[in-house]
Nanobody, 119 residues
């Protein structure tokens, strides 16, 4: 069964930090590009990391957020520092699998975790 289970969201004051975690079932963790998106109200990429460890960040979070993956724990993390009220959103964990031609084969999503940043 495919599962992505997020945790770590919550309420924090501006300037504070949170770390989101997403445990991904092993069958889709390996070889997949992993990422975090948020919806507030449109969905946007926050950060992504490939199976080789290459990362990409949305412009609004560069220098503040860090994505990482622990292959032994089938977990992807999002360390969020210097949080701002505009970071308030539901954050979703995502796993994408591509074939060798770059065609998307599968796209899995978690249930989401709320992050609220007060001013």
């Amino acid at each position: 069964q495919v599962q992505l289970v997020e945790s770590g969201g919550g309420f924090v004051q501006a300037g504070g930090s949170l770390r989101l975690s997403c445990i991904i079932s092993g069958s889709i963790f390996s070889g997949n590009a992993l990422g975090w998106y948020r919806r507030a109200p449109e969905r946007e990429l926050v950060a992504s990391i490939t199976s080789a460890g290459f990362t990409n960040y949305g412009d609004s979070v560069k220098g503040r957020f860090t994505i990482s993956r622990d292959n032994a724990k089938n977990t992807v993390y999002l360390q969020m520092n210097d949080l701002k009220p505009e970071d308030t959103a539901v954050y979703y964990c995502n796993a994408k699998k591509y074939n060798t031609l770059g065609v998307l084969l599968s796209d899995y999503w978690g249930q989401g975790t709320q992050v609220t940043v007060s001013s």
